[in-house]
């Protein structure tokens, strides 16, 4: 069992930028990822992330989001910039492999004018 909690989600005008925090009670081995949800959408891979700092983005935020981890915190990160409306959702941090647990209540991203 993993307590996970995500921060930082807020409203923002597009071309903006955004930093989520993940904190956990533990970090696995395994990859970490961060994922979205909109509203009537299936929740979607954003990015992950290796104990070694190996990461790999969606080709949707790739160039524009940062995924990052400091393994002594047991926290997780993502740089937004260069916000667009389609990022809109609520963020969530797992394990990799969509699990089917251990999901947090996420923080809500709004991007608008």
């Known amino acids: 069992q993993v307590e996970l909690v995500e921060s930082g989600g807020g409203l923002v005008q597009p071309g903006g930028s955004l930093t989520l925090s993940c904190a956990a009670s533990t970090f696995s081995l395994s990859v970490m990822s961060w994922y979205r949800q909109a509203p009537g959408k299936q929740r979607e891979l954003v990015a992950d992330i290796a104990l070694d700092g190996t990461a790999n983005y969606a080709d949707s935020v790739k160039g524009r989001f940062t995924i990052s981890r400091d393994n002594y915190k047991n926290t997780m990160y993502l740089q937004m910039n260069n916000l667009k409306s389609e990022d809109t959702g609520v963020y969530y941090c797992?394990?990799?492999?969509?699990?089917?647990?251990?999901w947090g209540q996420g923080t809500q991203v709004i991007v608008s004018s």
């Open positions: 797992n394990r990799a492999g969509d699990p089917d647990d251990d």
